[in-house]
């Protein structure tokens, strides 16, 4: 079992800045990926970001490449995604997630589940 908790979501202007968080406990992490996924009102989860936890490929949605950094740090179990120039459209309550099947943008591939943090971007 792998339990995931999502922090730093918030309210902030368009054009600003927010790091989410993604801490893991549970079992080991060698063989999980984590993504980043996110759910407007009135629309389906969509993919965001992804990282492999033994590697560093990293994977991104076109609508936040050059915007939007995920990472991680192994020594804490967290993943990170830093959030950058927010636009009003990334407002979504944003979940992580994690898989041993590698960085996927399919969410079916994604075994457990965090319970989400909220993203607001006022313009």
């Known amino acids: 079992q792998v339990q995931l908790v999502e922090s730093g979501g918030g309210l902030v202007q368009a054009g600003g800045s927010l790091r989410l968080s993604c801490a893991a406990s549970?079992?080991?992490?060698?063989?999980?990926?984590i993504g980043w996924f996110r759910q407007a009102p009135g629309k389906e989860r969509e993919f965001v970001a992804a990282?492999?936890?033994?590697?560093?490929?990293?994977a991104y949605a076109d609508s936040v490449k050059g915007r939007f950094t995920i990472s991680r740090d192994n020594a804490k179990n967290t993943v990170y995604l830093q959030m950058d120039s927010l636009k009003p459209e990334d407002t979504a309550a944003y979940y992580c997630?994690?898989?041993?099947?590698?960085?996927?943008?399919?969410?079916?591939?994604?075994?457990?589940w965090g319970q989400g943090t909220q993203v607001t971007v006022s313009s």
């Open positions: 549970g079992r080991t992490f060698s063989n999980y990926a």
């Open positions: 997630a994690a898989s041993n099947k590698g960085p996927q943008a399919l969410a079916v591939s994604y075994k457990y």
């Open positions: 990282i492999g936890w033994n590697d560093f490929n990293t």
